[in-house]
T-cell receptor, first 115, second 114 residues
Framework: DAGVIQSPRHEVTEMGQEVTLRCKPI?????LFWYRQTMMRGLELLIY????????DSGMPEDRFSAKMPNASFSTLKIQPSEPRDSAVYFC?????????????FGSGTQLSVL | AQTVTQSQPEMSVQEAETVTLSCTYD???????LFWYKQPPSRQMILVIR??????QNATENRFSVNFQKAAKSFSLKISDSQLGDTAMYFC???????????FGGGTRVLVKP
C-alpha cells in the first residue's frame, strides 16, 4: 500500500497565481480530509469528503479556496488567486470509513510558499 | 466546539529516559476518541496511540502509554526508554463520536539527546 500520495511536495508561486494541490487517498478509503498547518494556527481542518461528497467545508478560509473530489481516487485543493498568507503545509488524509474513531492516514504534505 | 491544549511547547529528554507530554481538552461530549500523532522532520503525521473515552483502561503501544483522566479532561502521553528516533513534534487530537474530524492541539516538540 503506497499510502496517501500528495503532489507536489513543494510549490513556490507568486502572489496572484493559481495553485492546485493534488491528493490520491488510500484505495478503499471513502473519507478524505484537507488540513492546513501553519506556525500561527497549527493544524486546521479545511474540508472533508465522504464518498466523494463534501460534508463540511466550514474550515475553508474564503472563496479563493475550493476543493473537489471527482472520484474516489483523486482530490484537488485549489487556491485562486494565491496570497502570501496562504503559505503553509497542506496535508491530505484519508480514512476507511466515516465511522467514529477511525484512524486517519496522512500524506507527506505540500509545502506551499507564495511570494 | 472542542478545544485541545498542549501547554508544553518543547521538551528535551536524555536517551533511554522517560518523558511525559501533557494534553487537556474541553468538550461537552460524553463519547469521543483521543489520539497522539507524531510528526518527525519528514513532516508526515504518524499515529502513535488511540484512546476510546468509554474505556477506562489506558491505551499502551510498546514504549508509548497514556494516562487518560476523563473527569479532568486530561490525556497525557508517556514515552519510555526514549530513542533518538522519537525526536519529533507530538500532537494531541480529539475526535467526536460522530464522524471522524480531528481537532488538534498546538503540539509539543520533543528532543531526545544522546
Amino acid at each position: 500500500d503506497a499510502g496517501v500520495i500528495q503532489s507536489p511536495r513543494h510549490e513556490v508561486t507568486e502572489m496572484g497565481q493559481e495553485v492546485t494541490l493534488r491528493c490520491k487517498p488510500i484505495s478503499g478509503h471513502n473519507s478524505l480530509f484537507w488540513y492546513r498547518q501553519t506556525m500561527m494556527r497549527g493544524l486546521e481542518l479545511l474540508i472533508y469528503f465522504n464518498n466523494n461528497v463534501p460534508i463540511d467545508d466550514s474550515g475553508m478560509p474564503e472563496d479563493r479556496f475550493s476543493a473537489k473530489m471527482p472520484n474516489a481516487s483523486f482530490s484537488t485543493l485549489k487556491i485562486q488567486p494565491s496570497e502570501p498568507r496562504d503559505s503553509a503545509v497542506y496535508f491530505c488524509a484519508s480514512s476507511p470509513s466515516r465511522r467514529a474513531g477511525e484512524k486517519l492516514f496522512f500524506g507527506s504534505g505540500t509545502q506551499l510558499s507564495v511570494l | 466546539a472542542q478545544t485541545v491544549t498542549q501547554s508544553q511547547p518543547e521538551m528535551s529528554v536524555q536517551e533511554a529516559e522517560t518523558v511525559t507530554l501533557s494534553c487537556t481538552y474541553d468538550t461537552s461530549e460524553n463519547n469521543y476518541y483521543l489520539f497522539w500523532y507524531k510528526q518527525p522532520p519528514s513532516r508526515q503525521m504518524i499515529l502513535v496511540i488511540r484512546q476510546e473515552a468509554y474505556k477506562q483502561q489506558n491505551a499502551t503501544e510498546n514504549r508509548f502509554s497514556v494516562n487518560f483522566q476523563k473527569a479532568a479532561k486530561s490525556f497525557s502521553l508517556k514515552i519510555s526508554d526514549s530513542q533518538l528516533g522519537d525526536t519529533a513534534m507530538y500532537f494531541c487530537a480529539f475526535m467526536k463520536d460522530a464522524g471522524n474530524k480531528l481537532t488538534f492541539g498546538g503540539g509539543t516538540r520533543v528532543l531526545v539527546k544522546p
